[in-house]
């Protein structure tokens, strides 16, 4: 059930801002606030509302910890490796608190809704001040309220399956781009994941406030929004709505500009869906649809809910209805009790279906999981040397496959300067392609038309057309 957060705790929030900024103001200068959001979209998401948050006390921003007045690390959980970085990074600033005792330093995000990872940083890291869970975002201005009177550790990471918070100032990372949560958690279990542990059960924001926060961004000058959450496919099932009726909705709002998505479920790609999405001329020719194993009896120790079939149906319709669209998938390597025919099954999948380009992971076991439990005789070298076998066989399948677009005309969203070449200018097809091409920088910010002249493996260079 969607469990809006109550007006009168959000006016209890905006009244702890408020102190907050007060306290602020009586300062010589403006408190500086370094926020370290790692992970993926989601968490880059909460990280510009942590950032409006803090913006609305009275706070500046710096790239760097380093002199600081309050840092925060905003984590991720989803591999062992991101929690290692954020120890890394965590451990480093036990200098900074010794420079500057007075420092506020905060760890939020995935990693601390585990109960295991609270206690260590209670244990080991004595210079955090501040933690506080995913469904605690909101409740900031009170934990620094108390921070900036009291100075007391605090953990606040409070249970319970999730709750939306509306309202939340955002301090968006990017002008052009827009990253708005549809919804928050995620029913599916992947038998890897940690996300419904940590995120909680799936829960939609309303369309109407969808829809108020995309019109503001395209008037505020959005030219892209990206529609955020971990199954996107599974959006309104609640509320008695779904993502064909969203993105068609979405679809309508005035103005020049691209919508995205991310992330999806192939069990939840429906015909209706990818009709939809050939039929919304703002919303991107790029499926990213992670498959994750190409062996239907990994899939099923995976809880995936679709087989190697029916994904393979699913990038048949899409290529029928979108010939042009980009497909890009995820893919793990060494699940438990994975064996070298069921890779090799992988192996076949991506020759097969050729994806644009592949997020490959080593399988990384996450405590509370059920695959975590799993039997995994698998040698890390072994999957190591499989992994490398998969990326030689991707690179082998990515070269030449945007030869395809030398000679096309495409509609690029300008973003910034060239990649290939700095005095270039770049942008993105509407397949999510790179572009160089040569023009004004009052160009960034605007759609041009670019006529493809070259392919590399990663990105094209092109023209401007019809100026
Ligand atoms: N180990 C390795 N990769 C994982 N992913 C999610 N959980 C794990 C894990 N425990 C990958 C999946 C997912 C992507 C975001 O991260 O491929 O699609
Ligand atoms: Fe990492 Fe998943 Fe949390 Fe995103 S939702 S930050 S990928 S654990």
Redesign the pocket.
């Known amino acids: 059930m969607t469990k809006n957060i109550s007006a009168e705790e959000m006016a209890k929030q905006r009244e702890f801002t408020a102190k907050c900024a007060e306290i602020n103001s009586r300062r010589g200068s403006p408190p500086t606030a370094h926020v370290h959001t790692f992970g993926?979209q989601q968490n880059v998401s909460d990280g510009e509302k942590i950032k409006g948050m803090l913006a609305e006390m009275g706070c500046g921003f710096s790239d760097s910890p380093e002199g600081a007045d309050i840092i925060i690390f905003n984590t991720c959980a989803?591999?062992?490796n991101a929690e290692d970085r954020v120890f890394g990074n965590l451990g480093a600033l036990k200098h900074e608190k010794r420079r500057n005792p007075n420092v506020v330093i905060g760890v939020c995000g995935c990693m601390v809704q585990q109960e295991h990872i609270v206690e260590k940083i209670k244990r080991s890291f004595p210079h955090v001040d501040l933690v506080f869970g995913t469904n605690a975002l909101h409740t900031l201005p009170e934990l620094i309220y108390r921070q900036l009177t009291e100075r007391k550790r605090e953990f606040y990471v409070p249970e319970g399956d999730g709750v939306i918070a509306e309202g939340l100032p955002i301090r968006r990372e990017n002008a052009l781009r827009a990253s708005i949560p549809i919804m928050y958690g995620c029913n599916n279990f992947?038998t890897?994941?940690?996300?419904p542990y940590v995120r909680g059960r799936e829960r939609s924001r309303s369309k109407e406030d969808i829809l108020g926060e995309a019109r503001t961004a395209v008037q505020n000058g959005a030219k892209e929004l990206l529609l955020l959450g971990q199954n996107v496919n599974s959006y309104g099932k609640e509320l008695g709505t779904d993502f064909p009726a969203l993105l068609r909705a979405v679809n309508v709002i005035d103005g020049e500009f691209r919508v995205c998505y991310m992330?999806s479920h192939p069990k939840d790609a429906t015909r209706e869906l990818i009709d939809a999405i050939a039929e919304c001329e703002k919303v991107t020719r790029h499926f990213h649809l992670?498959v994750?194993s190409g062996s239907s009896r990994v899939l099923g120790l995976m809880n995936r809910h679709y087989t190697r079939g029916d994904y393979l149906k699913i990038v048949e319709y899409i290529r029928e209805r979108i010939p042009d669209a980009a497909l890009t998938s995820?893919?793990?390597v060494g699940?438990p009790g994975e064996t070298r025919e069921d890779f090799e099954e992988t192996l076949s999948l991506i020759r097969e279906v050729k994806f644009d380009s592949l997020?490959t992971?080593?399988?990384?076991?996450?405590k509370g999981?059920k695959?975590a439990e799993m039997p995994d005789p698998v040698s890390a070298e072994e999957k190591g040397e499989w992994f490398r076998e998969l990326l030689a066989v991707q690179s082998e399948i990515g070269r030449g496959l945007y030869e395809k677009y030398v000679g096309q005309t495409l509609r690029v969203l300008c973003e910034g300067g060239g990649r290939t070449d700095p005095s270039l200018l770049t942008g993105k097809t509407p397949q999510d392609v790179i572009v160089d091409f040569g023009g004004d920088k009052e160009l960034i910010g605007k759609f041009v038309d670019v006529k493809i002249e070259r392919a590399y493996q990663w990105a094209l260079t092109g023209k401007i057309v019809n100026l």
């Open positions: 993926c989803v591999r062992e992947c890897y994941c940690i996300v992330s992670p994750q995820d893919i793990i699940f997020y992971f080593i399988y990384s076991p996450r999981t695959a």
